[in-house]
Every structure is written in C-alpha cells, then in structure tokens.
C-alpha cells in the first residue's frame, strides 16, 4: 500500500498567512488507493459495478462473516466452519458430534457417539452410551450402557451398567457398586461376582488393609508349645498346613557327642549338637513354607529335646 507523498508520509493543511501549500493528492496515489479497494471487491464480489457503491461492504462482510451474505451468522456452519464444538438450541455441546437432545435438567457435554459429561442439580455424571429424554434413559447406540455419579447430596460414589440392547432401546440400570466417602465403605450389590485376595495370590487387584496385614509373616500368628515324645517326635515327619511359613524353635542340650538335622521339603535346613563332653545348650531355628514337610532327623548320640514351639 502506497503513502502519500510527503517527506514524513502525512497530509498536510495548507496556510495562506505563511504562503504554504496543502498537501496535493497525485494521481499516482489516488491510483494506488483505487487499486487497494478494487483488488478487494474483485477478488472476493467479482467485477466492478459502476452502479453498485456498495460493493466493498459486501466484500468486508463476507471475509467476516464466511462469505455467507449481509447477515452475521449465529452459528459456526454460519461461518462455514463444520468441524468445531456443536451446541444445540437446549445448550448442549457435542465434540466431534451434534448433541442428542437431552431433558431440560441436564447441561451435557458429548463426545463422538456414546461418550457423555452431563450434571443435575447435586451430581454430576460420566456415562457411556445413554442419554435422558422424556422422563427416562435410552441408549445413544447399540450396545451396553454405562454410568458413573457423584452425588453431593449423599456423598455417594455410584456405579451403574446395563445390558447390551439396539440403539433408542431404554436403558434398565443395574447398580454395580456404591462408595460411601463419608464412611469409606464399599457396598457391592447381592449377585455380582466379586474375587477376593486370597494368600499366595499374585495378580494384581485392589486389597483391603485386613488383607495385607493378614498376608505379612507374623500377623495372625502366635507361638504354639507341643509336647516333646507326645505332640512332637524325633524321626517323624510333619507338614505345615497352614496358609503361611512357620517357624520351628528347637531348645536342646547335650552331655556327650551328638548331632540331629532338620529336614525341609528333604533338604537339611539346619542342625543341632556337636562334639564334646561337656554340658551343652543350644536353639535350632528353621521356617517351614507352606505346605512344606520338615523332620528333624538323629544322626548321632543323644540329644536331650527341653522344647520344641512353633509360631503358626
């Protein structure tokens, strides 16, 4: 775009009392502005109209407006923009897609074709293939229904799901579980499946701190006395059916020579005694896993056994 031509680029007033000269317009540069406003008109009207002065306006208001004629669009499609958030005359939004209409108490927000954010006055909800018309639920598409609500007023976690059906089917909700944050408490329906962690199991799940305190070594166990020659016999073998190890404590002692192993699952795990004519005492410590056998074994001499306790 061309100036005018002035040193500093500005107009001018002329003044009589000093004899100086107004700015004079050049054809050069009323040319140039012609050219700015024609190249508009014709770029976005087409030809120049001799009889139509209104022609740059019309050109202004369809580059604004997206060349869709004198009146500003009230829609983005107003604008030629078909890609963008949708909003439905209710005030629903649909991301990628137009809104269902839903009822009048839920502002919505959809995405693509099953994927819902829709709120009340007290919960606010995040569901898969359903929407609310009429006073019930129905389905977006085929397919199961699914829902997740937070209610303020009861400060409830719920969750909901519904059976496969066609597309406009009504929904039939079945309540999945609920979570009470004021107490922590989780409530799972009568008849849903539901699998419990049990010791051993190494699959990953949600667990309860019982069940974690009840898994760790020790928890739950106390020390347990058997009697020696009765309960507990040199030369047989036990096994622990527990759910979790034990631990064997042996106190024995000696006068002479003498030695006892103690097999677990066939392998010594440990030994008692030794050589010498002295008085001798000692403990023999071994862990048991579960389901595992143990037998303490006489290899040599005579050891005196003063107890023999498990913790189980």
């Not at 898969?128 to 829902?147: A, E, I, M, P, R």
């Not at 071994?286 to 050891?303: F, M």
């Not at 005196?304 to 913790?311: H, K, N, V």
């Amino acid at each position: 775009m061309r100036k005018i031509d002035t040193p500093d680029g500005l107009f001018h007033d002329g003044n009589s009392a000093t004899g100086e000269l107004g700015t004079i317009l050049s054809a050069a540069w009323l040319n140039a502005v012609q050219e700015e406003f024609v190249s508009v008109v014709e770029a976005v009207i087409g030809p120049l109209d001799p009889n139509d002065n209104s022609q740059l306006l019309a050109a202004i208001k369809k580059l604004a407006w997206g060349g869709i004629g004198d009146a500003r669009p009230s829609t983005l499609a107003g604008y030629g923009i078909s890609d963008g958030v949708k909003k439905d005359p209710q005030g629903n939004v649909g991301i990628g897609v137009i809104p269902r209409a839903w009822g009048a108490q839920y502002p919505v927000v959809q995405q693509n074709a099953k994927t819902v954010y829709a709120a009340d006055a007290n919960s606010s909800y995040y569901g898969t293939n359903w929407y609310h018309t009429q006073g019930t639920h129905k389905k977006l598409g085929d397919g199961y229904s699914l829902v997740y609500q937070q209610d303020s007023s009861t400060g409830m976690h719920i969750w909901k799901s519904a059976v496969s059906g066609l597309a406009e089917s009504i929904v039939e909700w079945t309540a999945a579980m609920t979570l009470d944050a004021s107490t922590g408490i989780l409530d799972v329906p009568a008849g849903i499946t539901t699998k419990t962690p049990v010791a051993g199991d190494v699959s990953t799940k949600a667990a309860t701190t019982e069940f974690v305190l009840g898994a760790l070594f020790g928890s739950g166990q106390t020390w347990q006395s058997f009697a020696v020659g009765t309960q507990r016999l040199v030369g047989t073998t036990y096994y622990n059916a527990t759910a979790k190890p034990i631990v064997i404590a042996i106190g024995w002692y000696m006068s002479t020579s003498a030695l006892y192993y103690m097999h677990v699952q066939g392998v010594v795990a440990g030994e008692a005694g030794g050589n010498g004519a002295a008085l001798v005492r000692g403990q023999l410590f071994v862990i048991v896993p579960s389901g595992a056998a143990y037998l303490l074994e006489q290899s040599t001499g005579s050891l005196a056994i003063e107890y023999w306790s498990e913790l189980r």
